[in-house]
């Protein structure tokens, strides 16, 4: 009776401290990417968010449906459950507004030529045609001429971080 009595305590020690052991032993997960630092500080995160969220939006565009109503309006979502690739594309377009608008208020901000400046005004107004597009049509042809302002911007942002 003994013997079966230490075999059950041991097994009720052991478990849970060779489960402990056996979390403790897993390798450490990866921090988060940090999504909130600003672009005038951060330019290569910045990058690399712009392009992540163009490219959100660029395939949302791509999806849309003859006469559907396009709109970036931080509206209230409708009864039913929001597409998914809707709630991406919403999402990505307030970061990409957050992102413009934190690089061109910081004079002389991340860049010190005018060549940058130019950049961040033509980016702005591009996205600024985006915002307002109503029909797939104007957001076709609108996420078309983001796409040169954009990649102008992402080249003066890495010839600053080359610079530094």
């Known amino acids: 009776m003994y013997k ?8 009720l ?12 032993q897993k390798p450490p997960r990866a921090a988060p990417p940090n999504d909130n630092k600003p ?16 490219a959100a939006l660029e395939v949302y565009v791509r999806h849309l449906k003859p006469g559907a109503k396009v709109g970036f309006n ?3 979502d409708p009864p039913g459950d929001p597409s998914p690739l ?7 377009f307030q970061r990409l507004q957050i ?5 061109s208020k910081y004079p002389p901000g991340p860049c010190k030529d005018g060549a940058c400046h130019e950049a961040i005004d033509g980016a702005n107004r591009q996205f ?16 078309a001429d983001l796409k040169p302002a954009v990649d102008k911007l992402l080249r003066s942002l890495g010839s600053m971080r080359q610079v530094k």
């Open 4 to 11: 079966h009595m230490i075999q059950l305590l041991t097994i």
């Open 13 to 24: 020690v052991a478990t849970p401290l060779l489960a402990v052991l056996a979390y403790g």
């Open 39 to 54: 672009c005038h500080e951060y330019t290569h995160l910045c990058s690399v968010r712009i392009k992540k969220n163009y």
């Open 74 to 76: 931080p509206q209230p």
């Open 86 to 92: 809707n709630r991406t594309a919403m999402d990505a």
């Open 99 to 103: 992102d413009f608008y934190d690089l």
């Open 128 to 143: 600024g045609m985006l915002g307002s597009a109503s029909d797939p049509r104007s957001a076709t042809a609108a996420i």
